[in-house]
């Protein structure tokens, strides 16, 4: 069961062209959402989160849009740069449940 | 800045063999957890861990899996019997509050079993 999907396993983007990672959930019972990247032979590390109360979260380069009647997150990394290259894992839990992953996204800037 | 770490990096085994993975928690945090990452596949809870006892297991987590915290520092998943198909990449996590939110990851340790 996917709870969590982020449906482009790949991305390629142009250095200082914006970065659109998509993931879209089912379970209506999350309310909150992390984004992790992950460098080859690294654990993931903790990026950008959102609160299902908000619709919006922006910090520095990088924003995380919430739609919940869709159930549909993206981030946005804007400019991308050469080390945002890694992959992109979209997380959610419900509550005090525990985080639910999809199979993560790999981004690809190119100078 | 503090990290969680994890040793062994890589780890080769016989199936039916035991094997112990270990994890240093950031050292204020009170939430423990294991994930799995079988190659090419998403990043699966394993369990998590509080106040020396767990508190949620997926359904990987059966009777050949268990954790201890062995001392204040070290935080530990062992297989008792492994089968091929442990084989994945084992991340620790930690986090502070009780809420899931922005767990904390160690680098994984690499498990083959041959």
């Known amino acids: 069961d996917q709870q969590v999907k982020q449906n482009s396993p790949s991305l390629s983007v142009q250095e200082g062209r914006i970065s659109i990672l998509n993931c879209d959930y089912t379970n209506s019972m999350f309310d909150y959402f992390l984004w992790y990247k992950k460098y080859p032979a690294e654990g993931p590390t903790f990026l950008i989160s959102?609160?299902?109360?908000?619709d919006k979260n922006e910090d520095g380069r990088f924003t995380v849009f919430l739609n919940k009647s869709a159930k549909h997150l993206s981030l946005h990394i804007v400019p991308s740069q050469p080390g945002d290259s890694a992959v992109y894992f979209c997380a959610a839990s419900a509550g005090n449940t525990p985080l639910v992953f999809g199979k993560g996204t790999r981004l690809s800037v190119i100078a | 800045e503090p990290e969680v770490t994890q040793t062994p990096s890589h780890q080769v085994t016989q199936m039916g063999q035991e094997v112990i993975l270990r994890c240093v928690p950031i050292s204020n945090h009170l939430y423990f957890y294991w994930y799995r990452q079988i190659l090419g596949q998403k990043v699966e809870f394993l369990v998590s861990?509080?106040?020396?006892?767990?508190?949620?297991k997926s359904e990987i987590f059966d009777d050949q899996f268990s954790v201890e915290r062995p001392d204040g520092s070290n935080f530990t998943l062992k297989i008792r019997s492994t089968k091929l198909e442990d084989s994945a990449m084992y991340f620790c996590?930690?986090?502070?509050?009780?809420?899931?939110?922005?767990?904390?990851f160690g680098p994984g340790t690499r498990l083959t079993v041959t």
């Open positions: 861990f509080y106040n020396n006892e767990i508190s949620e």
């Open positions: 959102i609160s299902s109360i908000k």
């Open positions: 996590a930690s986090n502070l509050q009780r809420a899931t939110y922005e767990q904390y």
